[in-house]
């Protein structure tokens, strides 16, 4: 029985024995790429070659690439578990040509390795065409031998393929698998295009790329017409491991296995099976999502990721599962796919932390979704409603996790229903917001329009890791979107030069500032980019420029110095947090500037002192070592060999610069470097703090910035010094003397001011009066602290017995009152809250409270005599 590693491994060699180069799967989150949530195709990693913004060594590959559904356009969490082919995470076995062979050789090499290699019974094979490919029509039956009733004609929907709504695109022709009549729907027009039935499982995709569609729908054949196909190694494995469901192949039994061991119940197909499916699938998913630097938040990638871990936890409720599991089931993940995958073993143990983490802070989210949800079936009950509003289940879903159909149970336990028009109608809202801010079909349509414009145009060569200035020809001017001859005075132009030191901002390192001059005018450079071959300089015109002519670019070399530096004390910080705090603190962001530098990376907790020390430290320690830094260009299964590190989010080609920092890291980078670490001088961190859920961010300077801050810093602690009276190293120490030198003054303040509080409280007795059988008490004291005015009125109250106590003060412009009432008169009617409330409000104020106690404030301390002469006579009206 083929195992799905040998049929992986056995796919890649039949490629590479046929001229294809094997390319490793590229991360499931897309590089460079704003229009992908997740890398959901083999092609994606190929799609810039497949525009012409791109081009490699090879014209043939082949890889087994790693994919997530579970957002955007291609979206099938809902259906896992439900059918047997369906998953968040899967991978897709492909092969690709850029402009070399064609729809004969990418049907010849499909068939003969499915019926000649892997040895699927040809009489089981079906294929579908698009209805106007008159050519794939022929070429099946001639090629396989495929008896022509078993090729469909399909429409458009299903076998006519585009990468967007221009661009490349073409028709394209799927092999299924006749699974057999005992997995038929049963209709009695089953049949492929009619239904989607079990019996006919597509397998494999080959999409014949060989039109240009333009922007008014127009397509023109491509110059060279391309290969891309795609094939699921899950429904491939099931096929050939005999077994009715993915689910059932060696990639998730062993997973399954494992919840039944968690949860104590056996795995049975059908309904009953469909909590473990789930589970299974979602245990992938989240292992690799969090592999490739994913981590849960509340938007975009993390937020998906968020999701299906839930609804995993979720399920796992459905089978008795208390409390957190799914992080149990990493190392099950890690031992099938590691072979293919050694990077998920490696972060194995950050993989379970970032779960486990997640599931409970989710069960703390549940419990609370779960009350509010109960209000919200209660609050239906009590309007004699038995139907729930679909915008509150979105609410549910969209701020607790609640999966709809976790709602919809509820629902119908407490024999109610579910609106959903509501919920999808929000649902849709929250799309429609989530695509008006991405707007990059719009960037990439923009770069591809561009890249037409410069077709003509030569490459530019960048000499800015040897030189910080050079002569060059200016060979483009853009203008308005525009290729133009000259650029006059103020104009904002782009310019493309044969040769430029200027580097271009990439991999975080923001982009060198300087002129590029002419023979009558020249370029402030305000911006550098770079748009596939070429480097484009942005800038404002001072005189004239002219295409042609001979200009000479002078960038700013002592910021490039600085920024020099920052970039490669990014380096030295990266080893020493993986040292300090683990291998799992990985580069997921950074921005380097001649001034600053800072740098994301992933944690799952604050640094503490002692650890920022020991990295501040480490860093300076491979400073004053004065390393050399060197650089090295090839081939980047080479530089993997060398243990050079590609960092999060960057994109490499097939030649790649390695940076090394002798014996001390290696990484892959394109960026600008000193040639020894001496050159840094100094650093120094200035900041540290979260910026997402397991990201974490230190700030940092260097160099003669470092100098400066630290110059700051000394001059401060002087200052304090002086101050206090003291040395700078023993302010610390005099700040604690003096600290508990004012808590002991507080504390005998304090006694203070409750003795003079007695003695106030025994002078005001005397003012009190009786009223009937009552002591009233209503006077101004000289009191401005609160909670004093409080402790008085109620010691006075204490003492007089049965009485009215209230006091009022004067504080800035405004009056506060308080006013207490002994329980034995309340049976007579006083209110201290009506009383403190009428004499507020005869000083423009307001407030209330218990009947025994109440507080309120005045905004006219002119009026405070009326307002108690108003508080007496309501006392006296109540009492008479």
Not at 139 to 164: A, H, Q, T, Y
Request: proline share 3%; glycine share 10%; aromatic share 8%.
């Amino acid at each position: 029985m083929w195992s799905s590693a040998e049929i992986r491994k056995t796919f890649l060699e039949y490629f590479k024995e046929r001229g294809h180069s094997v390319v490793e799967s590229s991360a499931l989150v897309p590089v460079n790429d704003p229009t992908l949530l997740f890398t959901n195709a083999g092609m994606n990693q190929f799609k810039d070659v497949f525009l012409g913004l791109d081009k490699r060594r090879y014209v043939r590959a082949t890889s087994s690439q790693k994919c997530v559904r579970a957002g955007g356009k291609h979206n099938d969490l809902d259906t896992v578990g439900r059918t047997p082919r369906h998953h968040t995470f899967f991978e897709m076995l492909g092969n690709f040509s850029f402009g070399d062979y064609f729809k004969r050789e990418a049907i010849r090499y499909a068939w003969e390795f499915l019926t000649e290699v892997v040895r699927l019974p040809q009489e089981k094979l079906w294929v579908t065409i698009y209805q106007d490919d008159d050519e794939a029509a022929a070429l099946w039956p001639e090629i396989s031998g495929i008896d022509p009733g078993c090729i469909v004609r399909l429409g458009e929907k299903d076998n006519f393929w585009s990468m967007g709504d221009t661009g490349p695109c073409g028709p394209c022709s799927e092999i299924l698998y006749d699974r057999g009549i005992e997995y038929s729907c049963g209709a009695p027009d089953c049949g492929i295009g009619v239904c989607d039935c079990d019996r006919w499982l597509e397998i494999w995709n080959l999409v014949f790329m060989q039109y240009n569609r333009d922007e008014s729908g127009e397509m023109t054949p491509l110059p060279r017409p391309s290969i891309d196909t795609g094939m699921g190694l899950e429904r491939l494995s099931s096929i050939l491991q005999g077994v009715d469901s993915n689910f059932d192949t060696d990639l998730f039994i062993p997973i399954i296995k494992r919840i039944e061991e968690l949860s104590g119940k056996a795995y049975e197909q059908g309904e009953a099976g469909f909590p473990f499916r789930v589970i299974a699938d979602h245990s992938r998913a989240c292992s690799f999502l969090i592999a490739d630097g994913v981590l849960p938040s509340n938007d975009g990638r993390g937020y998906v990721l968020r999701r299906i871990l839930r609804r995993a936890l979720r399920f796992g409720r459905l089978l008795g599962i208390e409390g957190s599991f799914l992080y149990k089931n990493v190392g099950v993940v890690c031992n099938i796919m590691q072979e293919a995958y050694p990077e998920l073993k490696e972060k194995q143990d950050f993989i379970q932390e970032v779960i486990h983490l997640e599931e409970e802070r989710f069960l703390l989210t549940l419990n609370d979704g779960l009350k509010k949800a109960e209000e919200i079936m209660e609050r239906a009950r009590q309007r004699g409603d038995n139907v729930i509003p679909g915008e509150e289940a979105f609410m549910l879903y969209d701020t607790y996790g609640f999966p709809l159909d976790l709602t919809e149970d509820m629902a119908e336990e407490n024999h109610l229903t579910l609106e959903k028009t509501g919920f999808d109608r929000s649902m849709e809202e929250q799309r429609q917001r989530a695509r008006q801010a991405n707007k990059g079909e719009d960037l990439l349509g923009q770069e591809r329009l561009l890249s037409e414009k410069l077709a003509g145009i030569a490459p530019s060569n960048f000499t800015g890791y040897e030189k910080t200035i050079d002569d060059s020809v200016l060979l483009a001017i853009i203008k308005d979107s525009a290729l133009a001859d000259k650029a006059l005075n103020g104009e904002e132009v782009v310019l493309i030069t044969a040769r430029t030191p200027f580097y271009a901002e990439s991999g975080g390192q923001v982009a060198d500032g300087g002129i590029v001059k002419g023979q009558e005018g020249l370029l402030r450079v305000q911006d550098v980019k770079k748009l596939s071959a070429w480097i484009l300089h942005y800038g404002i015109v001072e005189g004239a420029l002219t295409t042609g002519e001979g200009v000479s670019l002078q960038l700013d070399d002592r910021a490039r110095m600085d920024t020099a530096g920052n970039h490669t004390a990014t380096h030295l910080l990266h080893r020493a947090l993986r040292e300090v705090l683990g291998e799992h603190a990985q580069q997921k962001g950074s921005l380097v500037e001649p001034t600053r530098l800072r740098f994301d990376f992933s944690h799952l907790k604050a640094l503490s002192n002692e650890e920022l020390f020991q990295i501040e430290q480490m860093v300076n320690e491979a400073i004053w070592k004065l390393y050399p830094v060197s650089t090295t260009v090839t081939a980047q299964k080479e530089a993997r060999e060398m243990g050079a590190m590609a960092l999060f989010g960057e994109k490499y080609g097939e030649e790649v610069r390695v940076v090394q920092v002798e014996s001390y890291s290696s990484e892959l980078c394109g960026g600008t470097h000193v040639e020894n670490t001496g050159q840094i001088g100094l650093f120094k961190i200035t900041g540290e703090g979260s910026i997402g859920s397991g990201l974490r961010r230190i700030e940092a300077i260097t160099g003669r910035y470092a100098m400066e801050y630290l110059k700051q810093v000394e001059d401060e602690l002087k200052k304090a010094a002086l101050a206090l009276r003291s040395s700078p190293l023993e302010v610390g120490r005099r700040i604690e003397l003096l600290n508990n030198s004012l808590k002991e003054k507080d504390k005998e303040i304090e006694i203070l001011q409750q003795r003079l509080s007695r003695s106030s409280s025994d002078e005001l007795l005397n003012k009190a009066y009786q009223l009937n059988d009552a002591w009233i008490l209503i006077e101004a004291v000289d009191i401005e602290d609160p909670g004093s005015l409080r402790q008085n009125a109620e010691i006075l109250k204490d003492k007089l017995g049965r009485a009215v106590v209230m006091l009022a003060s004067i504080k800035g412009e405004k009056i506060s009152f308080v006013c207490f009432v002994s329980k034995d008169l309340l049976e007579q009617g006083l209110h201290a809250g009506k009383i403190v409330g009428a004499a507020a409000q005869v000083a423009g104020g307001g407030g209330g409270g218990r009947p025994d106690m109440a507080q309120a404030g005045g905004r006219d301390k002119t009026k405070i005599s009326e307002a108690l002469a108003e508080a007496r006579k309501m006392v006296k009206k109540t009492l008479s």
